[in-house]
């Protein structure tokens, strides 16, 4: 004698005590947060907008190409082009902060290695999230950074 019963989906989740209701709050509670994860960019802080002076003492990297400073949880940096480029402060590994290398275009993490492009994206981890990059606009020796 077999102890076994096919019975359809329906029946299974009845018998669980589990109402469509219920499977339906699982799905959008299990597709938000799988929806955070698959977010591969670290979140930009709305609203942020302050303006250096490049003639200040603090600023003065920014006046050579390659050079960078860290401020307001930033780091800013000049390329060698001569580009203004700005993301967060903080590597999206563990938090340590980042420094800019102009030879290879790129913010680097001495804490693990991991590496990052002028926009952002990962290049090497052990991070797997972009920066959260901002945008500059040069007015005179008058740099604005915002989101
Ligand atoms: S904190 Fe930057 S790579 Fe680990």
Not at 45 to 74: E, M, R
């Amino acid at each position: 004698m077999s102890l076994t019963k096919n019975i359809d989906r329906k029946e299974f989740f009845a018998a669980m005590g589990i109402s469509s209701a219920a499977l339906a709050l699982v799905c959008c509670v299990g597709c938000s947060a799988s929806q955070a994860k698959g977010s591969t960019t670290a979140a930009v802080i709305a609203g942020l907008n302050f303006t250096l002076d490049l003639n200040a003492p603090a600023n003065a990297a920014l006046k050579a190409n390659g050079g960078f400073i860290t401020s307001h949880n930033l780091i800013i940096a000049r390329t060698s082009s001569g580009d203004y480029i700005a993301a967060q402060q903080a590597c999206t590994h563990q938090g340590f902060t980042l420094a800019y290398q102009s030879d290879d275009s790129q913010y680097m993490c001495s804490a693990h290695g991991s590496t990052f492009s002028e926009k952002g994206i990962v290049v090497n981890g052990p991070a797997a999230i972009n920066l959260a990059t901002y945008k500059t606009a040069l007015s005179g020796t008058s740099l604005r950074i915002f989101s």
